[in-house]
């Protein structure tokens, strides 16, 4: 390993810099035993004072032999203000440091926090980001004239960082089986073949589990209709469930004596709860504007406004990939959503702005949002960059994903949509539940006056 050592001056003092001709993973290891070493992103090189015991320490660690001492050279006193350095880690070989010079910090950290995978380094006080096809695009597209590059990219770099694959955390351990387990497979084979979404699957397997095991050593089959009933008062008085819950507890318990045990006569007629009549929440035009400002990361902006634009539920934006964006007829196909159903909602002229730069960038394989690991993005990190970017633009704290859907809904009808029209893009089969956004429109509600305001008193 050839090592070349440059004698420099920084502000009347002498140093060397030292740097290897080639990266070699145990240069960082070693160049950190010489005297007061230090990184320099600037120059890209290791700076030591120019003394007799740093050549020493050179000899010592690499060989007479390997070092480069080339002639004397005067850097700049000053780190230059006008552009962003970025160089090769000292460290790590799929790395790159970025250090923005103060006075480009508010102009340019923005853009800076919204590369994929940065971090940073408190300690050399410049950002870590990955040394990535994905990286280069980016700091072209954005930081085109500001960025200046001390070095030349390699071809053979990969396109994103490779995460690991994320293992099972080793105390998380599966639900209790019951006793009488066999009953709760037996439910789920006929759910499967009935071809029940795995999410339903694993909601009445729930359910029926926690049943079967209040009792626990009856069999199944045997239990009569009065213990289900006092089942469920258990479940109202003790664990004050929701009537929600209520409802798929009672359809777990009804499929398993109607489908598995054929013992329908346990179950006909059992008391059903009855629903709220709750009206959702609704952001304003406004709120939706802060929201969306609020986010700095063009990814995150995309996934959030494509579910406002569009009316979308939170799993149908996961799932949605590359070809199921349509531009030409200006929709998007939405497969497989609820209740097993496709559909076409609009698609903004405005989001496929947005998404064409994003997938200019990133360059999604099949899904149009991808994770990590390149596996479609998950329901989980979409709710984290609402709830964030809900928290940054303080609106209404009881906002959901699925309130974008609601304000879609509110916002058409708002705006003179036929109801119907917007019963389709939404995927209702039926217009009663479409019908509750009539009750959330403030359409005509300013014309109506209170007959108090007519009062003299």
Known sequence: MKICVLSIQ????????????????????????????WWNPDLHAWIAPREGRTVEALKRLFGTENLVFEKEHEAPAEIPADKIIISRHADKSDTLSIFV??????????????????RWNATQKTWEVPYTKLTLRFLAQYLPETAHLTFTPDDNIPEQSAFPVRQALPWKEGPVPAKYEAAVTA????????????????????????????????????????????????CI??????????????????????????????VIGLFQPKRPQKIPQVLTEEEVVKLLTAIDNLKHRCILALIYSAGL??????????????????????RAAKGKKDRCSILSERVWGLLKEYMSIYQ??????????????????????FSA??????????????????????????????????QDLLGHESSKPTEIYTQ??????????????DLTF
Request: proline content about 5%.
């Open 10 to 37: 920084v502000k009347n003092d002498s140093y060397m810099a030292v740097r290897p001709e080639s990266f070699d993973t145990s240069f960082p290891m070693l160049i950190r035993q010489v005297p007061r070493a």
């Open 101 to 118: 010079p103060p006075l480009l910090v508010p102009q340019h950290l923005a853009t800076v926090k919204n590369i994929h995978g940065r």
């Open 187 to 234: 439910l789920e084979e006929v759910l499967m073949l009935k071809r029940y979404s795995w999410r339903t699957i694993k909601a009445y397997k729930n359910c029926f589990r926690q049943f079967i095991r209040h009792y626990d050593e009856i069999k199944p089959s045997t239990i009569t209709r009065r213990q289900i009933d006092e089942y469920l008062l258990y």
């Open 237 to 266: 008085r003790e664990k004050r469930i929701t009537e929600s819950y209520q409802n798929q507890i009672l359809s777990a318990i009804k499929m398993f004596f109607a489908e598995v045990v054929k013992q329908e006569h346990k």
């Open 313 to 334: 539920r939170l799993g149908e934006v996961t799932n949605l990939r590359i070809g199921d964006i349509q531009p030409e007829g200006r929709r998007i196909f939405i």
């Open 364 to 385: 999604p394989v099949v899904w149009l949002f991808e994770g990590q690991t390149g596996d479609k993005y998950s329901d989980r990190s979409v709710q984290a960059i």
């Open 389 to 422: 970017a809900r928290e940054r633009s303080k609106i209404n704290p009881l906002a959901t994903v699925h309130t974008l859907r609601h304000s879609f809904a509110t916002h058409l009808l708002e705006k003179g949509v036929d109801l119907r029209y917007i």
């Open 440 to 453: 959330i429109t403030r359409k005509g509600l300013d014309k109506i006056k209170s007959p108090l305001d």
